[in-house]
């Protein structure tokens, strides 16, 4: 009963907050904090455990609802806990000039509940019904803020229900084929299934679990719904809500089918896997190019949330040990930079009354010091610095795309990786380098709650970069429950059999390069402060609140080019969206309201009928 006590706690947990917010708003902001951490303590305390539990039995389908804990639904949820916890955390001063907030952390809890949910089910059912409580809960909240939000929410959730129509197709069949949903059951019953139906269950649950990911050319939805949601949402939005689909791929590609049926579904460049892999690498290259011609912070971000998403499915995609832990450990240090990222644009919104425009922040770094080292430590996650989480799961990326001998793949990720250095750069320097604005003069710091979720996930970030052997202890238990085998690992990396990666022996080199540095810096003459304003660039002084005059240098080419600079599979979502529409106006035109027209609908289409006999007859 202990995973249906921690559903309760997170379920009736949401519904308490609501409640007491209408008697006490600082006693609901305690409660939605201390629920939210109770989450993250329960969860824990189940680590290392077996638990298979039926809740809930339906007699009519003779199924019934179940949850199990392994070491895959127990890595997931920890996350979702985390996450969700510093999100809350950092709400209580982001959110305290916005209305219905009582509404807002309900919602809040409610997804982090359904999240869980999904990771503890043990039944395609089960899943499929926390699946839309989450989709649903997440449609109310990206729409909370209304006008532009609205419109986000709506795009969202169209994408949402066709993929779980897809996923519902699957879900029926097998319990049409097979009599049951259970996740134990289904891996020794399929291992008798043809290819073709493996292929099409696959198919289904990629559509189901790739417009979740955001996955080319699945991806339309997520940039509007991360840059229209609040910055906290934002942060549980993209950093691990949208990796359920991740969770979902492994579950169903490696916890039920299995390596042996994906190795049977086609041959050499049609092999299902190797296409997936094609799908994550042109993910990468849209993601991160997008990214780097946009001037909205939010925006930038979420295009990146694409592109990090394409290294996941490229590791995943390979089916082997090293492919499928960097693609599991990607999609953890993806959930920690990019939550830190997002809330690190929460807070200068928060101080510069809702800025995201990166042309028009600047200097930020002496104002708000606690917030540039956590920008700093997120993008060099997300660039994959040593000494950062990001670098050995990417290393393990790129490691794998060399011994399974595929260098156009290993040069996409590499084109990836440099793309991402140029706009996230441009996101730190923009934000906090260079001059301060007068009008920003008077800024200040972040309120202490918004300032220790950045503390803690930046803290994450660096602990997991030298002691990676923490979290891929886990990860080497999850590939042992899928009969991969496990990945050989110590504290500080991988060992010398598949390339030797020692983290301490890095650290130590950077410790040694710095101490160099400084020692050398300390010889040279020493600097003196002058007026922010006593500079100059090419001859000429830089005018006030004017970096440099490369902010916007490029808005002349962009004019050129930005006819051409459309996402085509968005425009074609629009385009089928705007013929949809004009069907459905002519469809509608049936419906007259008049009676004498239905029954002669009715006459017709008995005519029909009867056309239709005698003419088979006849035949």
């Known amino acids: 009963m202990q995973l249906v006590t921690i559903l309760i706690v997170s379920f009736l947990g949401a519904g308490m907050v609501y409640l007491v917010g209408k008697i006490s708003e600082k006693a609901r902001d305690i409660l939605a904090v201390l629920i939210s951490l109770a989450v993250v303590i329960l969860v824990s305390f189940t680590y290392n455990q077996k638990i298979y539990t039926s809740f809930y039995p339906l007699p009519f389908l003779n199924l019934s609802l179940t949850l199990r804990i392994d070491f895959l639904s127990w890595f997931f949820a920890v996350v979702v806990a985390g996450i969700g916890f510093l999100s809350v955390l950092f709400s209580l001063g982001y959110m305290e000039h916005y209305e219905k907030l009582d509404y807002y952390y309900f919602m809040m809890l409610f997804v982090n509940a359904s999240m869980i949910g999904i990771v503890f089910s043990a039944d395609f059912l089960s899943f499929y019904i926390f699946w839309e409580i989450m989709s649903w809960s997440t449609y109310l909240l990206i729409s909370y803020k209304g006008g532009k939000a609205v419109d986000a929410g709506l795009k969202y959730i169209v994408m949402s229900v066709v993929g779980s129509i897809a996923m519902l197709f699957a879900i029926v069949t097998l319990y049409a084929f097979y009599g049951t949903l259970k996740f134990s059951s289904l891996v020794s019953l399929l291992q008798s299934a043809s290819p073709g139906y493996i292929l ?87 993601g991160t190019f997008i990214a780097l011609l946009q001037d909205d912070d939010k925006r930038l971000l979420a295009w990146h949330a694409i592109g990090q998403g394409g290294y996941m499915i490229l590791g995943i995609s390979f089916g082997t040990t090293l492919g499928i832990a960097g693609g599991i450990f990607h999609t953890l240090n993806h959930c920690i930079y990019i939550a830190l990222l997002f809330l690190v644009t929460g807070a200068v919104e928060y101080r510069t009354g809702g800025v995201r425009d990166l042309n028009q922040l600047g200097g930020l770094i002496k104002k708000m010091p606690v917030t540039f080292i956590g920008g700093l430590a997120g993008i060099s996650g997300l660039i994959g610095v040593p000494l950062t989480n990001g670098f050995v799961s990417k290393w393990l990326i790129y490691k794998t795309l060399v011994l399974e001998a595929h260098p156009f793949l290993a040069f996409i990720a590499l084109i990836g990786t440099w793309g991402t250095i140029l706009s996230v750069y441009k996101f730190l320097h923009n934000i906090f380098l260079g001059q301060l604005p007068e009008k920003y003069k008077d800024i200040k710091e972040a309120p202490w709650t918004m300032q220790l979720p950045m503390i803690l996930l930046t803290v994450a970030i660096v602990l997991f970069g030298i002691l990676p052997g923490i979290p891929l202890k886990v990860i080497s238990e999850i590939e042992k429950s899928f009969g991969i085998g496990s990945l050989s690992i110590h504290i500080f990396g991988i060992p010398k059999e598949i390339g030797e990666l020692n983290m301490i022996n890095i650290l130590a080199a950077v410790v040694v390069a710095t101490v160099f540095i400084y020692f050398v810096f300390s010889l040279s003459t020493k600097s003196k402060k002058v007026d922010q304003y006593d500079s100059y660039a090419a001859g000429s002084f830089v005018p006030k609140d004017r970096y440099q005059y490369s902010v916007r240098f490029y808005d002349q080419l962009y ?61």
């Open 559 to 619: 004019r050129i080019i930005e006819p051409y600079l459309h996402d085509v599979v968005d425009d074609f979502y629009c385009w089928l969206v705007e013929k949809s529409k004009s069907f459905f106006q002519i469809i509608r035109q049936i419906y007259t309201g008049n009676v004498n027209t239905y029954a002669l609908y009715i006459l017709l289409f008995l005519a029909f009928l009867i056309f239709v006999k005698l003419g088979w007859g006849l035949w």
């Open 200 to 286: 099409f269950l696959l198919i289904m649950f990629v559509i189901g679990f790739g417009i979740k990911n955001a996955i080319w050319p699945l991806h339309t939805w997520l940039p509007d719904a991360h840059s229209e949601a609040v910055s906290p949402f934002s942060a549980v939005l993209s950093g691990i809500l949208v990796r359920m689909g991740v969770y979902g791929f492994v579950l169903v590609m490696y916890g039920i089918a299995g390596l042996n049926l994906l190795h049977k579904l086609g041959y050499g460049i049609l092999n299902f896997n190797y296409i997936f892999c094609w799908i994550g690498a042109i993910s990468i290259i849209i």
